[in-house]
C-alpha cells in the first residue's frame, strides 16, 4: 500500500479501507481534515494534516480554538522531528485555521443590515432538517450581531473586517482563514463586491498585522 493510500485510509474514519485509484501529483495533493471534535486534534498534529476546526457559526470560541492550535502545533513538532507527520507535504508547515461566514460592505452598517436578514434566511436552510425532523439542537433563535462580536461571522466595512479577522487569527493562533462568501439570501452582486473589498482592502490591511501568522511557509 502505498504512503498516499495510507493517508486516505485514515480518512475512512479510521477503516483500512484500500484505494485502487493513483493520484498522479506528486508529492501527493494536501490533504485536508475538516474537524468539531477536539479530541482528533492530537491525532491530526501527529499526522501532519491541515485542519479546518469548528465550522463558522457554529464554531467554538477564540480561547478555546487557540488551546487546540497549541495542541495541534505541539504534537506536530514533535511527530516531524520523528519523520511521522506523513500526511503533510515534505517541507511546508500545515494549516491550521477557522471557516468563517464574510461580508465586507463600504460601511458598517449596511453590511449589517445586508448580513442579518441573509444570515436569518442561512440559519433557517441550515437548521431546516433538524427542525424537520424534531431535533431541539437549533430549536433556539441565533443572535447574529453576538456572532459578530464573537468574531464567528465577520461583518463590516472593510477597516472593520480587517480588524475581525486579525482579532481572530492572533487570539485564535491560526495560519490559515477560510472564508463563505456567499449564504442566505445575499444578492450575487453584494457577494462579488464582498469578495472583492476582502481581495483589494481587508487582505493586504491584514498582512500588514500579521504577516507572520498567515503567510505562507
Same mark, same amino acid.
Given at each position: 500500500?502505498?504512503?498516499?493510500?495510507?493517508?486516505?485510509?485514515?480518512?475512512?474514519?479510521?477503516?483500512?479501507?484500500?484505494?485502487?485509484?493513483?493520484?498522479?501529483?506528486?508529492?501527493?495533493?494536501?490533504?485536508?481534515?475538516?474537524?468539531?471534535?477536539?479530541?482528533?486534534?492530537?491525532?491530526?498534529?501527529?499526522?501532519?494534516?491541515?485542519?479546518?476546526?469548528?465550522?463558522?457559526? %457554529?464554531? =467554538?470560541?477564540?480561547?478555546?480554538?487557540?488551546?487546540?492550535? /497549541?495542541?495541534? @502545533?505541539?504534537?506536530?513538532? *514533535? #511527530?516531524?522531528?520523528?519523520?511521522?507527520?506523513?500526511?503533510?507535504?515534505?517541507?511546508?508547515?500545515?494549516?491550521?485555521?477557522?471557516?468563517?461566514?464574510?461580508? %465586507?460592505? =463600504?460601511?458598517?452598517?449596511?453590511?449589517?443590515?445586508?448580513? /442579518?436578514?441573509? @444570515?436569518?434566511?442561512?440559519? *433557517? #436552510?441550515?437548521?431546516?432538517?433538524?427542525?424537520?425532523?424534531?431535533?431541539?439542537?437549533?430549536?433556539?433563535?441565533?443572535?447574529?450581531?453576538?456572532?459578530?462580536?464573537?468574531?464567528?461571522?465577520?461583518?463590516?466595512?472593510?477597516?472593520?473586517?480587517?480588524?475581525?479577522?486579525?482579532?481572530?487569527?492572533?487570539?485564535?493562533?491560526?495560519?490559515?482563514?477560510?472564508?463563505?462568501?456567499?449564504?442566505?439570501?445575499?444578492?450575487?452582486?453584494?457577494?462579488?463586491?464582498?469578495?472583492?473589498?476582502?481581495?483589494?482592502?481587508?487582505?493586504?490591511?491584514?498582512?500588514?498585522?500579521?504577516?507572520?501568522?498567515?503567510?505562507?511557509?
Amino acid at each position: 500500500m502505498s504512503e498516499l493510500t495510507k493517508a486516505f485510509s485514515i480518512l475512512a474514519l479510521g477503516c483500512p479501507v484500500e484505494l485502487h485509484v493513483p493520484v498522479h501529483q506528486r508529492p501527493h495533493p494536501p490533504l485536508w481534515y475538516p474537524t468539531s471534535n477536539p479530541a482528533s486534534i492530537p491525532r491530526l498534529g501527529e499526522q501532519g494534516y491541515n485542519v479546518l476546526f469548528g465550522f463558522g457559526f %457554529v464554531s =467554538p470560541a477564540l480561547d478555546v480554538v487557540r488551546e487546540q492550535s /497549541r495542541t495541534f @502545533f505541539h504534537r506536530y513538532r *514533535a #511527530s516531524e522531528a520523528r519523520g511521522g507527520a506523513r500526511c503533510g507535504l515534505p517541507g511546508r508547515r500545515p494549516r491550521f485555521g477557522v471557516m468563517r461566514h464574510v461580508l %465586507v460592505a =463600504p460601511t458598517d452598517e449596511e453590511a449589517i443590515d445586508i448580513g /442579518r436578514a441573509a @444570515f436569518a434566511d442561512h440559519y *433557517a #436552510s441550515f437548521t431546516h432538517l433538524w427542525r424537520l425532523h424534531g431535533s431541539d439542537r437549533f430549536s433556539t433563535p441565533v443572535d447574529f450581531d453576538q456572532l459578530v462580536v464573537e468574531r464567528k461571522v465577520l461583518v463590516g466595512s472593510p477597516e472593520s473586517v480587517s480588524a475581525q479577522v486579525v482579532e481572530a487569527v492572533t487570539t485564535g493562533e491560526v495560519n490559515y482563514l477560510a472564508g463563505a462568501f456567499a449564504w442566505g439570501s445575499m444578492d450575487v452582486d453584494v457577494a462579488l463586491r464582498s469578495l472583492r473589498l476582502f481581495r483589494d482592502e481587508v487582505i493586504p490591511a491584514v498582512h500588514r498585522n500579521v504577516s507572520s501568522a498567515i503567510a505562507p511557509t
